[in-house]
């Protein structure tokens, strides 16, 4: 399996693995994809596309994507988190050309969304951004999961020579820029697949889309250890130990901005850990909500679709447990002061045997 392989089955129109995959049925027949315009001052709108599951009256579990991702890319989170009672919302950004009018902007999404606070998880570039964000509001940031990322962005400004001319850009030469730090050598099968995925999500975004993405990449920031009021107890770092297109002293960096952070480190996975190694990343992510008191609250909808017969099953959920429109109040809870969370030992003990 090679990249040289996924050009050929897109030049075929073929599928993904992943995308006639059943765990993807069931995503696509659970949750439809929502849009939001969410204006910054005087600026133009930009559209946010979201998936948005789960129980509304839980601190939801947002989720951003890499350079190359969209908000599908978690869709195997959604399908297994969901389930058990947890909120997760998936984005996919529209155009920004400054971190700070990112953090405007995502700050205006969950306005509209009528969202308190939140959980975020992030890769790569997402996950650079949703620091960047914690230090802006971080009144709405409850925790972190940092997945395959980054504090810095010299090391990307620096290999951008042509960084000031992304926005002139037509859009294939910027998704053969995104294309190029793909894997190109053999790999193991489920590896494989992932970056198929990728590969085929990164062909829906638009040329303003990628543009963004490569603009924030790049773009020198102020950023530095101790910016961040967010306690290191409510961070969790999930890395993977095998060849990834981030340098290794990025990812020790990242440990020095957080020493007393949570360490989950993937024996392999890619880049894209949270497709081609998902079960790991999933128990990873609901030990770093339970450590936190976030213990998900079951429907009977719910507790039938988390059923492991009904897993690969899709079961129509009553209008009280599907997306809401944005008129919805969402209400955002926090673990109460009488309520003792679990250790994190018998977090992951208890999820270890669900998963197993």
Known sequence: FGLASFSRQRQLGMPSDYTSSESYRLFRSWVAQQRVNVAVGTSAE????????????????????GASGTAEVFFKQIVSLCPKGYRVISVQFGFYDTHESFCQGLDWFMDRLQITNAHFFGTSLGGFLI????????????????NNT??????????????????????FMLKRILLSNFPQQKMESEMANSVDFMV??????????????????????????GDLTLPH?????????DDTILPDNMHEEVFKFYPDARVAQIKSG???PYLSRSEEVNMHVEVHLRKLGQLGTLSPEMKARASPSNSLRAIPLSSSSSSSSLSTTTATTTPSNDATPPSTDDAVEDVQQEVS
């Open 233 to 241: 107890d409510n961070i969790t770092v999930i890395d993977t130990l």
């Open 150 to 171: 980054f504090c810095d962005t010299q090391f990307f400004h620096d290999n951008a020579p042509c960084a000031p001319m992304f926005s002139l850009m037509p859009e």
């Open 200 to 225: 085929e999500q990164l062909e829906t975004l638009t040329g303003p889309e990628i543009a963004s993405r490569l603009i924030l990449n790049t773009l020198l920031s102020d950023f530095k250890p």
């Open 131 to 146: 620091q960047l964000f914690a230090r802006f509001r971080p009144s709405r940031v409850l925790s972190l999961v940092l």
């Open 270 to 272: 890619g880049n894209f």
């Open 46 to 65: 930009k559209e946010w596309k979201y998936y948005d599951y789960g129980p509304k009256d839980v601190a939801p579990l947002i989720m951003i994507p």
